[in-house]
């Protein structure tokens, strides 16, 4: 089945410095889901990918999608604490009928 | 207040009960889910479903039972088979794009804790 492999499990940094986070599918994606966790809260969308090359803006947020829609990333400027939690990437498969994988999600932890 | 809900928050349940989780929303999305969340593992999918009395397994679906007898209701069932329960449980419904799949955002309860004593 599909896969979505997301890195690094864990990102310390400290605020004002920027942070990325990478996924990877194993297999061609027919769109491509971010979304953040609060520590103790649920996941919520952040945005959604679905062009080939696509890129993304929202504030100091970056989203891209790879060329062969297989991977993506997301770029965060200038941290701050408010930035901290979880993020996921959930890609769509090429055939649609599984729903969404997600992958194992980014710690992101700012030290001020 | 539009949204997606998830009782109890909290959940205790000896070993060898079976549990029902709820999950209800009012959105008129076609498609629910219901994923498992243990630490450091990301989201698993446990079982889909697209449309009313349908239903697909996930990834994990050994161990646990739902049904999807209205639009607005997907109840998950822990049942005794499942060895090791104790998880951070959520619902998420989306609509559905058809033969395409979801093709917008999933929206998420809050989630049910269940804790296995």
């Known amino acids: 089945g599909q896969q979505v492999m997301q890195i690094p499990q864990y990102q310390h940094v400290q605020e004002g410095e920027d942070f990325t986070t990478y996924c990877n599918s194993s297999?061609?994606?027919?769109?491509i889901q971010w979304y953040k966790q609060r520590p103790g809260g649920h996941p919520v969308f952040l945005i959604q990918?679905?062009?080939?090359?696509e890129v993304k803006k929202q504030k100091r947020l970056t989203f891209q999608f790879g060329e062969a829609k297989k991977n993506s990333s997301l770029h965060i400027t200038a941290t701050q604490t408010t930035d901290v939690g979880t993020y996921f990437c959930?890609?769509?498969?090429?055939?649609?009928?599984?729903?969404?994988?997600f992958g194992k999600g980014t710690h992101l932890i700012i030290q001020p | 207040d539009g949204g997606i809900t998830q009782s109890p928050k909290y959940l205790f349940r000896k070993e060898g009960q079976n549990v029902t989780l709820s999950c209800e929303q009012n959105?008129?999305?076609?498609?629910m889910y219901w994923y498992r969340q243990d630490p450091g593992q990301g989201l698993r999918l446990i079982y889909y479903?697209?449309?009313?009395?349908?239903?697909q397994k996930g990834d994990i679906a050994e161990g646990y039972s739902v049904s999807r007898e209205k639009k607005e209701s997907f109840p998950l069932t822990v049942t005794s088979a499942q060895k090791n329960p104790t998880a951070f449980y959520l619902c998420?419904?989306?609509?559905?794009?058809?033969?395409?799949?979801?093709?917008?955002?999933?929206?998420f309860g809050q989630g049910t804790r269940l804790t296995v004593v």
């Open positions: 998420a419904s989306s609509i559905w794009g058809g033969s395409t799949g979801p093709n917008t955002e999933a929206f």
């Open positions: 297999t061609t994606l027919s769109n």
């Open positions: 959105l008129n999305h076609d498609a």
């Open positions: 990918l679905v062009k080939s090359g």
């Open positions: 479903s697209q449309i009313v009395n349908d239903f």
């Open positions: 959930a890609g769509l498969g090429g055939g649609g009928a599984d729903g969404l994988t």
